[in-house]
């Protein structure tokens, strides 16, 4: 196992440990990652720029069983500054713990995640206007209110933002 340690109160460039920690773990030196930086959102930002890195921010127990089940994330990104120490070490706990499920769905939706990756390299810019930022809070409000049976909604909502036809929607 490789570990690689960082500990110090001063600010430091977190991309260059995210990084360092991501290719660890996509070369197959290690298996899982666990990064960590005030908020955990830039240091999980630049870990998954790395080809193969599925991390994903957790700061609840519950998001760490399901990102393990159903995305078969391979890093966990914390907030230092977000969550106590107790409730990180259970995180860690759950998320080396729990298998990734190998249900036929997810095993599908992590490939359509590997796929707008290459996607969004060759690049498609979105500009989102006032008025679209209007829509898209109420959207997003009405999502939380009334439940997620709307989500192919809101998907044809950003795809329409974005200008382009969905494919197989």
Partial sequence: DLELWLLQQESVDY???GQAAAKAVASGECDKGIIICGTGIGISISANKIKGIRAALCHD???AQATRE?????ML????????PGLALKIVDIFLDTPFS??????????MIGSIISYAVRGTPFILKKESHDSMVKTVRDLFL???????????HITALKGRKMING
């Fill in 61 to 63: 127990c519950f998001s």
């Fill in 15 to 17: 991309p260059v440990y």
């Fill in 77 to 84: 990104a914390m907030g230092a500054r977000v969550i106590g």
């Fill in 70 to 74: 159903h995305n078969d994330a391979n």
């Fill in 102 to 111: 190998n249900d036929e769905r997810h095993v599908r939706r992590i490939g």
């Fill in 146 to 156: 009334y439940g997620f049976r709307q989500t192919a909604s809101f998907v044809r």
